[in-house]
């Protein structure tokens, strides 16, 4: 079965050929020991019987019932396809499918699971791995489990289009959908569901499918939404090291390793243990004595022309030796061979004088082709960030721009970062990882370094620039300034040291500091931004994504919105837009997905399940839970409507003076969640309320209930004149999101 062309035939047969040749000149088994299963060749520290393997765990089985025979690891079912030294195995995994007829009845549907090893060394690959989901009516979600933990991980996305002509042949949402996975994970499944069954999208999509797969062995194509029926099996990588401490620890307790000799302990990228890898200069299989052979480096031609006279191997290296009546290091990049000194002096005296005319020239035209050739590289990097798309769009702004943000250059940000060091991390998000850093001058910024971008990402990033520079509020996280001469853009920020509202809701270490005083003064001010946004704001804002992980209270609890990379700037002539539908699943207004029209009422249902989570202390999706209690904003809805709210508060936060408050908020959220958007509040009205509840609470003497029904009776509730504008397309692709239930999206 092909991804493209007509077969997804993943090149992985090539790969083994290759690795395979590559290995026959030297050992890779125990002397006497079985080294390949059919196409599988199996080195050691693995091995098909005992004392031909390090430890049990590196059991290869070679069922020869199968022509050729194939290797499974250890006892179980699980199918080996390669086994590299460089700590990798590549095993083959089923695909999910749920398929449905021209009714919509559903046909087949599977749920695929691989279950590693507990006491094994072994982990599927973050770095090597993706899920992906296929299809135009699919959501799509992985369960597992971490290595030495019992919290359950989750990830997720969702693909919807209307007609096989708007799908491109690129994973981007659009028929299909892609998302990374976590480190250090052992168990995983893979489930599929469906809005509508494939009803209307039958003909071309009878089916939805999903699975982990290797990321290097996939690409998509349009065709893949019928022909992957035909597919069963897919690759997986998985990554293995040895034993459960690693280097440092096995030196500090001066405890012996599996690394024989011309071979060095190496820890990995991903799971515990340690992997152990020839020096330079040799090549072989380390966990073997005499494994690691010398490299003749002179029979490659590139080491051998680097030699301006011969070139001579020697143990672990390589020497150039000069010809006689020469001296130097016989390197071209080197000293090279250079004549002894009574015949240099010769020929150096009758042409000292034009050499040094000669080098003088030769050195301007250097120093001036560096000086082009750096200006052009820079050039270069600021149109491929997007600079000529942000001049252009802020040559266009309306309003004034308050501050002008400064230009940070690459050394300035890298040294701020420690060469962005991963133990400067503070998250990462959709589009890219967001480092702390220290300037020069000792203020603590938060630096956002996007992915290897394509277009759509540098649309993003000065999106995202061109929103902020149109802010000035002061509970919106500060933009500082950017960088548009590396590689990657970067943008930088305030840093906002108090974590996220998500992690205070949720984490049960902080969530007793954070009273109902605190919650009320946090929602008030975030309706306040969002009030600023739609209303205040020079140019119209819609944010796109509120929700608690882009809240970042400070030390005193003053509430920062972050987070504009998928805002939207709204002429003043138009009250919605026609978008490709984007947000997080819980927060995401169901007007919005169903039509793609978005308008300033979207915000308004993101802010209104952000309430609910802090009137409850409840997750906005929690899949582990029942299914009637599964979506928070559905949940508090039905509990209201039966009078239940009581019951779901958060026992923390409540007593019989703030009762009346509590019932007041969950009002005012429930106007927010009303599926129709003109018939939810606008954020004005929405900030006003909170903010007067916040008065009527420090001055108790207010506090009657008449006339918080007065006060909200004359506010009343505005409805916003909504007219759409015809757009070209009709299909709506979704962003990838991640579904964490232990954290947020770290930002």
């Not at 035939?9 to 083994?16: E, I, K, N």
């Not at 990588?237 to 024989?260: F, H, P, Y």
């Not at 890219?432 to 220290?438: A, E, H, I, N, W």
């Not at 809805?637 to 026992?651: G, M, P, S, Y």
Request: hydrophobic share 35%; with cysteine.
């Amino acid at each position: 079965m092909r991804i493209r062309g007509m077969a997804l035939q993943f090149t992985v047969t090539g790969v083994l050929l290759a690795g395979l040749t590559a290995a026959t000149e030297l050992p890779i088994a125990k002397p006497g020991c079985q080294d390949r299963c059919g196409n599988v060749s199996i080195p050691y520290p693995f091995g098909t019987e005992k004392d031909c393997y390090y430890g049990p765990e590196f059991l290869i089985t070679c069922n020869h019932t199968f022509n050729p025979p194939k290797a499974f690891l250890g006892k179980g079912n699980l199918s080996v396809a390669e086994i590299t030294l460089d700590g990798k195995l590549r095993l083959m995994q089923y695909i999910a499918k749920d398929c449905y007829d021209r009714a919509g009845a559903r046909k087949t549907r599977n749920r695929p699971w691989i279950n590693l090893p507990v006491q094994g060394p072994y982990v599927f690959s973050d770095t090597d791995n993706m899920l992906v989901a296929i299809g135009c009516d699919t959501f799509a979600e992985m369960r597992g489990i971490r290595e030495d933990k019992n919290d359950t991980y989750m990830v997720g996305c969702v693909s919807k289009c209307s007609d096989k002509k708007y799908v491109p042949n690129t994973c981007s949402g659009i028929g299909c959908c892609h998302t990374s996975i976590a480190k250090g994970i052992k168990y995983f499944d893979v489930s599929l569901s469906s809005y509508n069954n494939h009803m209307g999208i039958w003909e071309f999509n009878p089916c939805s499918f999903a699975f982990i797969i290797e990321e290097k062995q996939f690409s998509f194509s349009p065709s893949n939404l019928s022909d992957l029926v035909k597919v069963s099996l897919l690759p997986i990588i998985v990554d293995w090291s040895i034993g459960r401490n690693n280097c440092e620890t096995l030196e500090k307790n001066k405890t012996s390793n599996a690394c024989q000799g011309q071979s060095k302990c190496h820890d990995p990228e991903n799971g515990s243990g340690y992997i152990c890898k020839c020096l330079d200069g040799y090549q072989g299989n380390p966990y073997l004595p005499n494994g690691c052979r010398n490299i003749n480096e002179c029979s490659d031609p590139k080491v051998a022309h680097n030699c301006s006279h011969k070139c001579i191997d020697t143990e672990g290296n390589y020497t150039c030796s000069c010809p006689k009546g020469y001296h130097g290091d016989g390197r071209i990049d080197g000293e090279r061979c250079i004549r002894n000194r009574s015949s240099v002096l010769q020929v150096a005296v009758g042409s000292g004088a034009g050499l040094t005319s000669l080098l003088m020239g030769i050195t301007w035209l250097y120093w001036g082709y560096n000086k082009w050739k750096l200006m052009k590289l820079k050039e270069k990097f600021f149109r491929q960030n997007g600079g000529l798309m942000l001049e252009q769009k802020l040559s266009r702004r309306e309003g004034p721009v308050t501050e002008t943000a400064k230009i940070f250059s690459a050394a300035e940000l890298e040294k701020a970062t420690d060469k962005y060091h991963e133990s400067r991390i503070l998250g990462r998000g959709g589009f890219g990882t967001v480092y702390k850093g220290t300037l020069t001058d000792g203020r603590t910024v938060a630096i956002k370094k996007s992915k290897t971008i394509d277009q759509s990402q540098i649309e993003q990033f000065i999106n995202e620039v061109v929103v902020l520079y149109q802010i000035n509020h002061r509970n919106v996280v500060k933009l500082l300034g950017c960088c548009l001469e590396t590689e990657v853009p970067l943008l930088v920020y305030e840093y906002v040291a108090n974590g996220t509202l998500y992690d205070h809701i949720h984490d049960k270490s902080k969530v007793s500091a954070l009273t109902w005083e605190i919650r009320l003064k946090i929602a008030s001010e975030t309706a306040g931004v969002l009030s600023y946004l739609h209303s205040a704001a020079s140019v119209p804002i819609i944010h796109r994504d509120v929700k608690s992980t882009n809240i970042l209270p400070d030390n005193s609890y003053t509430a920062k919105v972050s987070d504009f990379g998928t805002s939207r700037l709204i002429p003043l002539d138009q009250v919605e837009l026609s978008t490709m539908v984007r947000g997080t699943l819980g927060y995401l207004d169901p007007e919005y997905l169903h039509t793609s029209q978005l308008t300033d009422k979207s915000d308004v249902y993101s802010f209104g399940v952000v309430l609910v989570e802090l009137l409850t202390g409840m997750k906005a999706i929690s899949f582990h839970k029942p299914e009637g209690e599964r979506n928070l904003s559905s949940y508090f809805l039905c509990a209201l409507k039966e009078d239940r709210l009581v019951l779901i508060l958060q026992d923390c936060m409540v007593n019989q003076d703030n009762i009346w408050q509590l019932k007041e908020v969950a009002n005012i959220a429930k106007k927010c969640l009303r599926v129709k958007g003109e018939e939810r509040p606008n954020m004005k009205n929405v900030a006003m309320e909170l903010e007067g509840l916040r008065t009527s609470a420090k001055h108790p003497w207010t506090n009657d209930k008449s006339d918080v029904e007065d006060t909200e009776h004359l506010l009343g509730e505005s409805v916003e004149t909504v007219r759409s504008e015809e757009m070209a397309g009709t299909s709506a692709g979704y962003h990838s999101l991640y579904l964490m239930q232990s954290q947020g999206d770290g930002r």
